[in-house]
């Protein structure tokens, strides 16, 4: 079932590229300033941040940072949280959910200029208030401060600078993304992909080398390996059991043995991984290389996020803008209603069961990441061709416009930001 019909798609899109208007503007701003300020006056506000700017205290301090169970990631980590050590609770509170809108609102715009969508568009001004007001996992990010934000930021930016061919600057960018979480690890499948090996070489040695670095400042790094990597792997504890949205966490709290859920996961991973390869391989697509990266790049994620522990909902932050901006595209997943229909249960303002709520919400989470998974990995492995339409706005400016949104063709021989 698709929506990708002129009289339905191609118009809708048309509207949305036009330029947005000052009250929308505006009405983007107060969302976006509205959600942050009203995280900062919360009581639980940054709870995620708050164990890795301990990390970077207790460093400070000349203990390690591995001694708290919860400081999961790599020693470069603690480095880069060194200034919020330093910085005032009262100034950090009111930074930090600034900080992490503004990170995400980075990402949504590198994926809108992966697709040379206008800037001012309403679907760039509007889309984005949209998805802080309707999307639950925007604002649970915003709140706790989890280092997501960074990664969401990270592969939009990595993928436009691929496109335009800069793919040593897209490994600096995944490599310093992944020094901070090691969230896009997976990423590096798609540098070999491309047999771009001095950008996986960037990717690699970037996070390395700075790991290196902070475990030389502190005692007893290799509790890293001993403590911090078991927990890992063995998916946390009861606490974050609640909001795992992975097959291997929700399958059993539904009555699977362990066993094949571990068996069912590692199977949608390795479809999906080769999901990414097939589409890879599939270069008939006349869409100037945007859809095959995007594609290609999100599927990897979502196959790694299938067997992550844990995997929680704003996971999907770090692929769900590329993939929104990809819609521009006929046949892109986004002109179906399944996409839709898979973010559901996200969706704020869904009177959902009292069942589903708080620690049972990882059962909606996990069918949103299956979903999308499954929906991805169909589109990757079908058969046939994307045929590219020019996209026509009444009332655009002329093609020759830098703003306007150009052709893949066009879009491919543009070097500004």
Known sequence: MKWDSPAAGDRLIGWLLRPSSRPLRLAALAVVLGISVSTSLRENWGSDNAFVVKAAQTLLAGGSPYEDKRFLYLPSAVLMAVPEAVLPQTVLRWLLPLGMSALLGAGWLAALRLFSVPLRSRLAVGGFAVLALAYKPYVNLVLIGNWTAISAAALPAAL????????????????????????????????????????LAVAVLVPLGLSLAGALLMPSPSLFFTKTLPFLLQGQDAYALPWDASPIAV?????????????????????GLWAAWTRWRRTDDADGGELRLVETACMVMLAAFLVSRPSFDHYLLVVLPVLLASGVRPGSMPRSPWFWLAL??????????????????????????????????????????????????????????PECAATPAESASRTAF
């Open 160 to 199: 436009l600078l691929a496109h335009r061919r800069a793919w040593g600057a897209a490994g600096l960018v995944v490599g310093l993304a992944i020094a901070c979480k090691p969230m896009l690890v997976p990423i590096g499948l798609l540098f070999l992909l491309a047999r771009q090996w001095r950008g």
């Open 344 to 401: 559901t249960p996200q969706v704020a303002f869904v009177p959902w069961p009292s069942e589903l709520a708080h620690k049972r919400r990882a059962f909606k989470d996990c069918a949103t990441l299956c979903g999308l998974a499954i929906l991805l990995g169909r589109r990757a492995l079908r058969s046939g061709r994307v045929i590219l339409e020019p996209v026509t706005t009444a009332g655009s400016p002329p093609r020759t416009e």
């Open 251 to 271: 399958l059993p709290r539904l009555g699977v043995p362990e066993p094949l859920a571990v068996l069912v996961a590692f199977a949608g991973a390795a479809a």
